[in-house]
């Protein structure tokens, strides 16, 4: 017991203490789609159609939903790295040279020839808070599962997709999965399946952004949903719980499904059906709202994959844990207690992958997520506090300190 005892607590000296770098040898989370450039203009007010007004501010800035995702990660401490496609056009130093400074790995992406870099400008408006966003991609060429497939996946223990090219992407899971069966650890040895030390079958997320139907395709095969407003209210779901409902039937049993709300904050529901609520965190003045989103997804991908790289589960002490991560207003309810039963498999085929009827991420509780969800809530709303992300990594410690 003492030996765990001292994996928790440099779980904790990593993530409360000083800002270690991260270790070689930890396994990185991959998050998977679009890099572009926004060009970011910050006015007084939104222009009126064909009038001429001065901004306020100017900025060049590395964008894209996966690719903001890695900033985040990496202010947070995380390895990370950023897969997709890049367009060797004049760009290309700016984004890559932001991803160096921002200690995002993008070894993998492919380089292509031919097309233009895909562009966002972006209108920041300081009056309302809001922000417009008049996004081009010159049809650069969607990552394949040929680029997909000469990962070395025993490097991750996580993998974010953005949900584009659905039908990609389908395949990249099975690739995943075919890999996950490999470890042959679902089975039996439930202590050492979450041993940090050894290659780790792969959680998957997505998020539910666009109004894109073809999204949904995704969910029997994924372990955790992001839900956007945008694409709850395109289905015609009015709020969270609405949302949570509805998108949990069309999950694989067992995941878990965040869904965030502008200032309503967010809620989420855990593998087995609970669900846990945060209220938003706002700032004294909002600055920058764009990458709420953004952070918050990050804050919460990074939240879960560090209880997953903990001990193994039956070492943990979850007394500890809670006293540990305040900040959280969860109660320990003894009814949420991490449930250790043998996961049965049962598999279902669908789109010719197997998916696991009962999703193994039992590290995700009630109390787990609660704590991550109010968490998230609480970067955000510093966030949007803040122009661009700098600073977030501040945000970051200070949250995990107190
Ligand atoms: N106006 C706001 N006030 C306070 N918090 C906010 C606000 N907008 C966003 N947030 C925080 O950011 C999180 C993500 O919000 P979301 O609506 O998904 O952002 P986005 O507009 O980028 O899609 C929310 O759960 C909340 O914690
Ligand atoms: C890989 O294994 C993890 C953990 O056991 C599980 O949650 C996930 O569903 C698996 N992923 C795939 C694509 O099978
Ligand atoms: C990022 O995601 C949002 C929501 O899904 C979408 O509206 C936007 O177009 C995406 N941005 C890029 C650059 O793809
Ligand atoms: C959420 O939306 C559903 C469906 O529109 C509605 O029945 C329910 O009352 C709403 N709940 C809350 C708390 O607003
Ligand atoms: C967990 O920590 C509590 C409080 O520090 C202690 O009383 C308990 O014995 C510990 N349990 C284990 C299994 O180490």
């Known amino acids: 017991m003492s030996e765990s005892k001292e ?26 789609g679009l890099i572009c450039l926004d060009i970011v203009q910050v006015c007084k007010q939104f222009p009126a159609e064909d009038s001429d007004q001065r901004c306020v501010a100017h900025r060049w800035q590395r964008g894209g939903n996966a690719s903001n995702n890695c900033t985040v990660l990496s202010e947070a ?13 004049q760009h290309l130093n700016f984004l890559q040279d932001d991803m160096r400074k921002c200690k995002i790995n993008f070894a993998h992406c ?15 408006s300081l009056n309302s808070g809001s922000r417009t966003i008049l996004h081009y991609n010159p049809n650069l060429p969607e990552l394949s599962l040929e680029n997909f497939e000469k990962l070395n996946l025993e490097e991750y223990s996580w993998i974010h997709f953005e949900g584009r090219n659905v039908g990609t992407v389908l395949s990249m899971i099975k690739h995943v999965e ?7 650890l679902a089975s039996k040895d439930i202590k050492n399946r979450l ?21 949904l395709d995704l969910l029997p095969y994924v372990d955790v949903t992001f839900v956007g407003r945008t694409f709850a209210q395109f289905r015609g779901f009015d709020n969270m719980t609405e949302t949570l409902r509805r998108i949990s039937q069309e999950a694989k049993s067992g995941a878990t499904i965040i869904c965030a709300w502008g200032d309503r ?88 992958i197997e998916s696991l009827e009962v999703s193994l991420t039992e590290f995700i509780d009630c109390t787990v997520l609660q704590n991550a969800v109010t968490f998230a809530c609480k970067v955000a709303g510093a966030k949007i506090g803040l122009t661009g992300y700098e600073g977030l990594g501040n945000v970051f410690k200070d949250l995990l300190k107190d």
């Open 7 to 32: 994996m928790i607590s440099s779980f904790y000296e990593k993530i409360v203490g000083t800002s270690p770098p991260p270790e070689p040898n930890e396994p990185k989370i991959l998050c998977v």
């Open 110 to 124: 492919p380089t292509v020839e031919g097309f233009g870099c895909p562009t966002s400008t972006v209108i920041l």
């Open 178 to 184: 075919t890999y996950n069966n490999s470890l042959k």
């Open 265 to 352: 904050g967010a809620m989420a529901r855990t593998p087995d059906g609970r669900i846990v609520q945060s209220p938003a965190f706002p700032p004294h003045k909002i600055i920058d709202s764009l990458g709420a989103g953004d952070t918050f997804t990050a804050a919460i991908l990074f939240y879960l994959n560090r209880v997953k790289l903990q001990p193994p589960l039956s070492n943990r002490n979850d007394s500890d844990l809670a006293r540990n991560t305040k900040g959280a207003e969860a109660q320990s309810d003894p009814n949420t207690e991490l449930q250790l039963n043998e996961v049965k498999r049962k598999i279902t085929q669908n789109y010719n």
């Open 195 to 215: 041993d940090p030390a050894l290659p780790m079958p792969i959680t998957i997320s997505i998020e539910l952004e666009k109004s894109d139907e073809q999204l």
């Open 77 to 89: 401490g995380n390895s990370c790295e950023f897969l997709g496609t890049l367009s060797a056009e």
